[in-house]
């Protein structure tokens, strides 16, 4: 039952992964980056099973900073959709030096 | 408990040392410093009150009316008063002396100064014989200038600040001549030198003065650099630098013209050659004249440069020890003064024959210290600090005239130049009177004390043992030098002073003697310069026509004072070297020589007055430049030129060299290169830092594989 659930996660955390390398849709790599999130999410819920309570606790600490991220992602992403009038991220490169 | 008492204790007296207790030898030496202290307290003030003045747009206060301020009057009393006082009680000490059997330094150990390891230096001083005798010729004619410098730079804004130097020079040259030990003296030795550059440059507005001061303390450096290793052997040999311990162990310790020895006296000869203006380092002397003549007069003639002497006395059993290095002291000392009196042969500026005449004098002493006459150097030293004291203020009084009558008219000519002068001697006549007098000490005419003092040194120089072929050239030349002076200084005489006068009819007027402040002394030093000379009279001359038939009062005097300062060294001449001849190596005896040499300088002097007052002398603007032999003197060999073309371009070079490319290339372009690296590096690595999200998240994923790959394998 464990190893069926830490495939899984690791399969959605690897899709995660070549999503946010991938897209260059600003909110797709979003959502990837989520996506991520939640694979580690549910491998912390299969793992708590037999090594206690604490996985689950921090799950809940991963969903609330997820929700975070999402409010200050998304509002960075509305404020470049406003400026470039894209959310393409070969467009913003501005990042450097 | 009495004012005396108390300050007796504080100045850490103790008991007395073989029945002579000094009178408070450390207030000798803290009045000239209390009059610095004062003196530049108001030369601090004056000067802030001037630039004062000057910011809030007016004219530099006027310190030359009636009113004076203090500043200006204050100096006038403290700097000749604590003279006075450091020499009356100087003057107590030296007649306590009288009488006592003295044959050991009395020592006065204040504090511990440096105590470093195996070092222990005590702050203490020491007076003996030789001490004594510098002493009072230091505050002595030191007051006398003192009191001259009041009349002769009463005009200058920067009166105050020169007396400050003046009283701090003479509290160095005290020190210098009461250190009982090396680095107490060579505290003194360098103190000297800086109030040297302070007042050589006194006048720093000039450029080039400033540069005869930078000049003089950077040729000392090299003659410093000699002092400071002779200290450092003498440390690693004795372990200490008491001259009471080196001194009286020096000959169990070294070996006879041994390697130590013989260094040891090549490094203090050095240093004595860099600070007494010997050859080769003596370039800085002439132009040490850009100073205020009073100062030529105490620190270029009569006192500082004579600390070359005293230290070739004080290490007396040093050199005496180490017959190469006595020998290079009387050869370089044979060798400057004649090559000194040739240059004076031709020089037109008043003070610069002075300047060369110092320099050949002193070669005269370091002959007699060379060939072991250690009194015979001391005795010259003396009789010179007064002559040469008298002809230097005398030739102050000259050229302060000279810059009034010229001032007064605005006439642009040069006031030293003698071939401006000329028949000076109406307008003033003590001024010519007195150096008369200094001329003919300085000449070397009997009964004057130049006369006794020079052919003291001429006579040992002849008859020095090892009677060798060296000393008889040595004996040669400084008979030479000695006619050579008799007609330089002639010269100057009579280019000055006779004949008509060149300085022009408007201005003639305004010549005119100088006020009280500056004759008195001038009378005084040459009542001096007659009579010094007979406190040292050797007994079969003082038997024979020229002491008298026995009238002089003293025989052999100076000598005899000085006997327990250079018993040992005397003691290991005569055991190694034997007794002086008794005829020199042509003409006789110590009689016959008297004779010889005062006619002979006699006669210079007469045939030099004719020569020089038959030939017609111009203005110098008027004056044809020197040709041919003249104009190599005039030009002074060219040494200038030389050390310019050989050392000081060459240093210069090497310099701009290491500038050009060891600085700027290497250096420079190492971290310069350090620099461009970084930045190369740098934009290697900025190439990563593309802003696009896209490579950022893929380096981080790789970045994580790997820490991860690593963490599994």
Redesign the interface.
């Known amino acids: 039952m464990l190893a069926e659930a830490l495939v899984l996660s690791a399969i959605l955390f690897v899709i995660g ?1 070549f999503g ?2 991938i897209r ?1 849709n ?1 909110i797709i ?1 979003f959502l990837c980056v989520e996506l991520q999130l939640n694979a580690v999410n549910l491998s912390f819920v299969a793992l708590s099973r037999y090594l206690g309570i604490e996985g689950q606790i921090f799950v809940f600490f991963v969903m609330t900073v997820a929700a975070a991220e999402a409010a200050v992602g998304l509002a960075i992403i509305i404020s470049i959709f406003r400026h470039y009038e894209t959310v393409n ?2 467009n ?6 | 408990m009495s004012g005396t008492v108390l300050l007796n204790t504080a100045l850490g007296a103790q008991e007395a040392v073989g029945g002579f207790d000094p009178f408070l030898p450390g207030l000798i030496l803290l009045l000239p410093l209390l009059g610095f202290a004062i003196n530049g307290a108001l030369a601090l003030k004056a000067g802030t009150r001037g630039a004062a003045a000057v910011r809030a747009g007016s004219p530099e206060p006027d310190t030359t009316g009636g009113d004076r301020p203090a500043t200006h009057t204050l100096p006038t009393w403290i700097g000749p008063g604590v003279m006075l006082g450091a020499f009356l009680l100087t003057l107590v000490n030296f007649v306590g002396m009288f009488g006592v059997e003295l044959t050991e330094p009395v020592i006065r150990s204040y504090w511990t100064w440096m105590a470093t390891g195996a070092l222990t230096v005590e702050a203490a001083i020491q007076l003996d014989q030789l001490s004594l005798i510098m002493m009072m010729v230091i505050t002595g004619v030191g007051f006398l200038i003192h009191v001259f410098s009041v009349g002769y730079m009463k005009e200058d804004p920067g009166y105050p600040r020169y007396f400050a130097y003046l009283n701090l020079f003479v509290f160095f040259m005290l020190t210098l001549v009461m250190g009982a030990n090396f680095p107490m003296m060579f505290v003194g030795w360098e103190g000297v030198g800086l109030c040297s550059y302070l007042l050589i440059g006194f006048w720093f507005q000039d450029r080039e003065k400033a540069d005869a001061g930078k000049k003089a303390f950077i040729v000392n450096r090299v003659g410093d650099f000699g002092l400071l290793m002779a200290m450092f052997i003498l440390f690693a040999i004795f372990g200490t630098l008491d001259y009471q311990a080196i001194f009286s162990a020096a000959p169990d310790a070294l070996v006879y013209g041994g390697g130590a020895a013989t260094a040891i006296a090549l490094f203090l000869l050095l240093g004595a050659v860099g600070k007494s203006a010997q050859v080769p380092l003596y370039v800085w002397l002439p132009d040490a004249m850009a100073g205020p003549t009073p100062v030529s007069a105490l620190i270029h003639a009569a006192t500082m440069v004579t600390a070359g002497v005293y230290l070739v006395a004080r290490a007396s059993v040093l050199f005496a020890l180490a017959p190469v290095g006595a020998a290079a002291v009387a050869t370089i000392g044979a060798i400057t003064a004649l090559f000194a009196a040739t240059i004076a042969l031709k020089q037109y500026d008043i003070k610069k024959v002075l300047a060369y005449s110092t320099v050949s004098q002193l070669g005269f002493m370091f002959m007699g210290v060379g060939v072991g006459a250690y009194a015979a150097g001391v005795f010259h030293l003396m009789t010179h600090a007064f002559f040469k004291a008298l002809l230097f203020l005398g030739a102050g009084a000259v050229i302060h005239s000279m810059h009034h009558a010229l001032h007064s008219t605005h006439k642009e000519w040069d006031a030293q130049d003698m071939r401006n002068m000329g028949g000076l001697k109406r307008f003033m006549p003590v001024t010519w009177i007195t150096m008369w007098v200094a001329t003919l000490a300085i000449a070397g005419i009997w009964p004057f004390a130049g006369f006794f003092s020079k052919d003291e040194i001429i006579w040992y120089v002849g008859t020095s043992a090892p009677a060798s072929v060296l000393y008889t050239i040595l004996w040669g030349m400084a008979i030479a030098t000695a006619l050579l002076t008799a007609f330089y200084m002639t010269r100057m005489m009579v280019m000055t002073f006779h004949g008509p006068n060149r300085t022009g009819q408007a201005e003639a007027v305004h010549l005119h003697e100088s006020p009280l402040t500056m004759t008195v002394p001038l009378g005084i030093l040459a009542v001096l310069s007659v009579f010094g000379g007979w406190v040292n009279v050797p007994g079969s001359v003082r038997e024979s026509f020229f002491g008298g038939f026995g009238l002089l009062p003293m025989s052999d005097w100076l000598d005899r004072w000085l006997e327990p300062v250079t018993a040992s060294a005397d003691a290991v001449r005569l055991e190694q070297l034997g007794a002086y001849a008794s005829t020199a190596p042509v003409g006789g005896g110590h009689v016959m020589w008297g004779a010889i040499a005062t006619g002979l300088a006699l006669a210079v002097v007469l045939i030099g007055a004719r020569l020089v007052s038959g030939r017609e002398i111009r203005p110098a603007h008027e004056s044809e430049p020197d040709t041919g032999f003249g104009k190599v003197l005039h030009d002074k060999w060219y040494v200038d030129e030389f050390y310019d073309r050989f050392i000081v371009q060459p240093i210069l070079g090497l310099s701009r060299a290491c500038w050009r490319w060891i600085d700027q290339v290497l250096i420079d372009g190492t971290v310069n290169a350090v620099g461009s690296v970084s930045r190369g590096v740098g934009w290697f690595g ?1 190439l990563f ?6 490579t950022y ?2 380096i981080l ?1 790789l970045g994580a594989l790997v820490v991860l790959g690593v963490l599994i394998l």
Do not use: C, E, Y
């Not at chain 1, 913003?92 to 030096?97: G, R, S």
């Not at chain 2, 830092?689 to 896209?694: A, F």
């Open positions: 992964t946010v390398l260059r600003a790599m991220v070969d913003f490169n501005l990042l450097k030096w | 900025s830092q593309t802003g696009q999200i896209g998240a893929f994923t």
